[in-house]
C-alpha cells in the first residue's frame, strides 16, 4: 500500500466522521481507515490530515468557523485569479514577441 493510498484513506475516514457528526479521534480515524494509530501519529503527514479535520470539524458547524472557511477560500480564489492574469499578460508579451515564421 502507497502512502497516497494512506493519505485517502484517513482523508475518507475523517470525511465520514464529521458527516456522522462523530468526534475526530486518533483512534476512530485509525478504526475508519484501517490503519494503526501509532502509524498515524508517527507519520507527520497523516497526523497532519487527522489534526487539521479534527481543527475543522469542531469549526464547521459555528457561524464564525464558515465565514473563516469563506474568507480563506475568496482570499485563495483572489491569488488563483491574479496569477492567470498575470500568466496571460505573459502569454500575450511572447505571443507579439515571437518573430513571424517564414
Known amino acids: 500500500m502507497t502512502h497516497a ?15 456522522t457528526g462523530q468526534p475526530i479521534t486518533f483512534d476512530a480515524v485509525a478504526d475508519r481507515a484501517k490503519l494503526g494509530r501509532a502509524t498515524l501519529y508517527r507519520n507527520s503527514d497523516l497526523r497532519a490530515v ?23 477560500l475568496r482570499t485563495a480564489v483572489e491569488t488563483l ?6 500568466h496571460d499578460d505573459e502569454l500575450r508579451r511572447l505571443r507579439q514577441s515571437k518573430p513571424p515564421r517564414r
Open 81 to 86: 485569479a491574479a496569477t492567470m492574469r498575470r
Open 5 to 19: 493510498d494512506d493519505r485517502r484513506r484517513v482523508e475518507d475516514a475523517c470525511a465520514e466522521l464529521i458527516l
Open 50 to 72: 487527522v489534526e487539521e479535520h479534527r481543527a475543522r470539524g469542531h469549526e464547521a458547524h459555528t457561524l464564525s468557523g464558515l465565514a473563516s472557511e469563506i474568507a480563506h
